[in-house]
């Protein structure tokens, strides 16, 4: 589960405690990165190298430029930082990308590093882009947006295609199918219900979200596209 800002960590730690099956993230949200973003990230950082075998990846990290392009100085610099700390600590990292692949995909290439380890969750870019994420080792997370009628992610089930355009041999499991944006589907589907439930807790959207999503894709995958691995 990610961490979102300085005031989130106590709650998701004690959720994570109470609920086995969520592993904690920590990082500072694109969304949450405001003049005061430096205290936030030396809150975040603490925390995270304190005990850092406690988690499981760094996250929620990115560019957020949807709704306001006032701080996207601020959330390069915070991107680039916590980047750091994942290469530093082996960690994955998960990428929060809403209008901004470009500047993401800038700051990725532009690290003295080839390859990495993590995801880009709730993936909303083109063939292209999914591609070149790919290539550089990253995951991709398809959300809830793909279910909407008039979403352009279609196109990503036709991964037999895409897979095979860039040389790979990890198949459909390139694609990392989860609960909402991170979906699964454990042969335990309860697993996933006490992950929703345990959002709940946490998020009570993304708690909803996941749980219907969960269903739908599990039905449309299964109908539409069976030769996903489950």
């Known amino acids: 589960i990610p961490n979102v800002d300085e005031t989130t960590i106590e709650p998701l730690i004690s959720l994570c405690e109470k609920y086995d099956c969520c592993k904690p993230m920590m990082g500072l949200h694109p969304t949450s990165i405001k003049e005061n973003y430096e205290d936030s990230l030396s809150i975040i950082k603490n925390t995270l190298f304190e005990n850092p075998e406690n988690f499981c990846a760094i996250g929620e990290i990115g560019i957020d430029l949807y709704w306001d392009k006032t701080f996207l100085e601020e959330q390069t610099i915070a991107f680039k930082e916590q980047i750091s700390w994942a290469l530093e600590l082996k960690k994955p990292f998960i990428i929060h990308a809403r209008k901004s692949f470009d500047q993401i995909y800038h700051v990725l290439k532009n690290t003295n590093k080839s390859k990495y380890s993590g995801i880009f969750h709730c993936f909303g870019g083109d063939l292209n882009q999914a591609k070149l994420v790919i290539e550089m080792g990253f995951k991709i997370g398809i959300g809830g947006v793909i279910t909407f009628k008039n979403s352009k992610l279609a196109v ?29 589907f454990r042969a335990n589907i309860q697993t996933d219900i006490l992950f929703c439930r345990a959002c709940l807790e946490f998020r009570t959207a993304s708690a909803l979200n996941g749980y219907l999503f969960i269903l739908r894709m599990n039905t449309f995958l299964h109908h539409c596209h069976p030769f996903l691995n489950r």
Not at 164 to 177: F, K, R
């Open 156 to 184: 990503f089930l036709q991964i037999k295609t895409l897979v095979e355009s860039i040389n790979t041999s990890a198949g459909v499991n390139q694609l990392l199918l989860t609960c909402k944006e991170r979906m699964t």
